[in-house]
């Protein structure tokens, strides 16, 4: 009998805790899809100190005895039987601190039924639970009963007046992950009519809306949140989502008018910056980082994103500036930093601290690619033996790892135009790992320039085979056909297909530019490569967009792109050769 009095002694003790400190979550994380939707940490909310009403019922041996034996069930795994015992206590004694137990552990093994109805006998017992009627509305959202979890849910707010706010985020947190949007809105409206002047609930209906496709309700919704609460940044943040949905062009604005009135938004800032960044307006973005970095000088990402901006605007100095920032500050990723350096002073001609630069790399995530840029450099320097030698006593840890310093070696003899060796080099390493996708690949492009157009053709169709849905390789031998004018249909056939696996790459668009003008189709075949380049001022694309435009009567047009690209890229060969065929 001592025994199991020191054990209802234990289980006392775990009554009275549980009486006090709820540990059961309602909701749980917001769902992921979201961003800006609010995630406060959903847990039931901690009710006025009070006692809550106890059955006139003393807590005998026999009941202690079964307590006792429920929570050894627990402790051994056994959680069907211990709901069963913790469920028939509850029925028999009525005592909301048993209820609450029996609901926490089926809830903890996802036993949704007898959860609901612990729960209800715990709600039976202790009307005033606000904690109970959570619970209760939480595994109804669970099971899709929005109805019958509504009553609770108008409850459960209203026993709350001072934190309604807070209530409607945790709501919006629940009802967030219920796969009837529409359903969601229509509830959310219902609980919101109470409470016309409270920001937070405002904005839970303008996400339910959001994420339902009811554009227009949330964006009436998010209008009154920022009347409500005009220096809410969070909901302008939101309001800005929902407008670039239809248009980064109207969130950019929205956020720039935002701006104006609160300068210290910073956010807002971030986010207008990264919009501007999309659009390709480095200049704008860069100001907007700057304007970021004077507030926050110690913020890495934000010094990140002002020296790469520089780097676009071939801002050098001031990009290695901030570089060198970033690395006396302890960068997370210093390697990465030294890296951007190198590249730096190899656009900069500074040949010995490029090398210096790409040299300090070590083993990771940067190191194959930091060799290849420093046998590029010495290859720069007419060094072109000791970067392939550099190159083949680098050590690879794998063999990926070697099929890249491979690679990068071709590349170095096709910058060299040694074309015939880069193809054998290739050739012996795929021999070695003939399925390898990356050397079919280059191995492909390399037999180009040595005209073994079977070669280019067998591999490419080989990694079709391997690799379905790459677009890469549909469009290489797509293109290849076109430019030689040969067997046009099965090219506009194949560049096609890529199309439709990337339907937004610049490079596949300008391939079907060009075979739609090697078929005679010539204004489709301007639309896209007039796409192709304002997506991506490439040389080549140049070349293929001066050409058509020069051939359609508009040569003013074609030289003015022809001598634009020709000083940003004087030694490219295809650009170069399509100049000299219609200005000798």
């Not at 429920?70 to 402790?75: G, L, N, T």
């Not at 290489?476 to 046009?488: C, F, V, W």
Request: net charge negative; charged share 25%.
């Amino acid at each position: 009998m001592m025994n199991i009095r020191l054990a209802a002694v234990a289980v006392c003790a775990t009554l009275a805790a549980c009486a006090q400190q709820p540990t059961i979550q309602a909701g749980g994380a917001a769902p992921a899809h979201s961003e800006l939707r609010p995630q406060p940490k959903v847990v039931a909310a901690k009710p006025a100190p009070r006692k809550p009403p106890l059955p006139a019922q003393d807590l005998t041996e026999e009941i202690l005895f079964k307590l006792m034996l429920a929570e050894i069930a627990v402790q051994r795994g056994q959680v069907q039987v211990a709901v069963s015992a913790f469920l028939e206590l509850a029925r028999e004694t009525r005592d909301p601190r048993i209820s609450q137990r029996a609901t926490e552990v089926a809830w903890n093994a996802r036993l949704i039924s007898p959860a609901l109805e612990a729960a209800g006998l715990w709600l039976q017992a202790d009307p005033e639970s606000t904690q109970a009627r959570q619970v209760i509305a939480t595994l109804l959202v669970s099971q899709a009963q929005l109805t019958e979890a509504q009553p609770h849910i108008e409850k459960w707010i209203a026993a709350d007046p001072a934190n309604v706010g807070q209530s409607f985020l945790q709501l919006s947190s629940l009802l967030g992950r219920h796969k009837d949007k529409t359903a969601v809105v229509k509830l959310m409206q219902k609980l919101a009519q109470p409470y016309p002047d409270v920001a937070e609930v405002h904005l839970a209906v303008a996400q339910a809306a959001f994420e339902a496709g009811e554009s227009a309700i949330a964006l009436d919704e998010v209008r009154v949140v920022l009347k409500l609460r005009p220096d809410w940044e969070l909901a302008a943040l939101f309001h800005a989502q929902m407008l670039q949905r239809r248009s980064n062009a109207e969130a950019m604005q929205y956020l720039a008018e935002y701006l104006k009135n609160h300068p210290g938004a910073r956010d807002a800032r971030l986010n207008y910056a990264r919009l501007l960044v999309n659009e390709k307006k480095f200049s704008e973005a860069r100001s907007q980082f700057e304007v970021l970095l004077a507030e926050v000088p110690q913020n890495a990402d934000v010094t990140m994103a002002v020296a790469l901006l520089a780097i676009q605007a071939k801002d050098y100095d001031a990009a290695e500036t901030q570089f060198r920032h970033l690395l006396d500050n302890d960068y997370k990723d210093p390697d990465a930093v030294r890296f951007y350096l190198g590249q730096i002073n190899e656009e900069r001609e500074r040949y010995g601290e490029a090398l210096k630069w790409f040299g300090a790399i070590g083993p990771g995530e940067h190191f194959i690619n930091s060799r290849a840029r420093y046998a590029g450099v010495l290859a720069l320097q007419g060094r072109l033996a000791e970067a392939r030698n550099y190159l083949q006593q680098t050590s690879a840890q794998d063999s990926q790892q070697r099929v890249r310093l491979v690679q990068a070696e071709a590349q170095l003899l096709r910058d060299a135009r040694e074309y015939q060796e880069a193809f054998n080099l290739l050739g012996e390493t795929l021999a070695k790992q003939p399925d390898a996708p990356d050397l079919l690949y280059d191995h492909a492009m390399a037999a180009e320039k040595v005209n073994r157009i079977d070669v280019l053709e067998a591999n490419l169709r080989q990694l079709m085979k391997i690799q379905p849905a790459n677009a890469h390789a549909y469009n290489a031998l797509g293109y290849t056909l076109a430019d030689r004018n040969e067997r046009l249909p099965e090219a506009h056939t194949l560049i096609e297909t890529a199309l439709k696996l990337a339907p937004e790459d610049p490079f596949i668009m300008d391939s079907m530019g060009w075979v739609l003008y090697r078929l005679g189709r010539h204004q489709e075949g301007l639309d896209y490569l007039q796409r192709a380049f304002a997506l991506r001022p490439d040389a080549e694309i140049a070349a293929h967009l001066g050409e058509v435009l020069w051939n359609q009567g508009q040569r003013e047009q074609a030289q003015k792109i022809w001598s634009e690209m020709l000083k940003e890229h004087p030694k490219n060969e295809a650009l170069q050769n399509t100049i000299k065929r219609f200005i000798p």
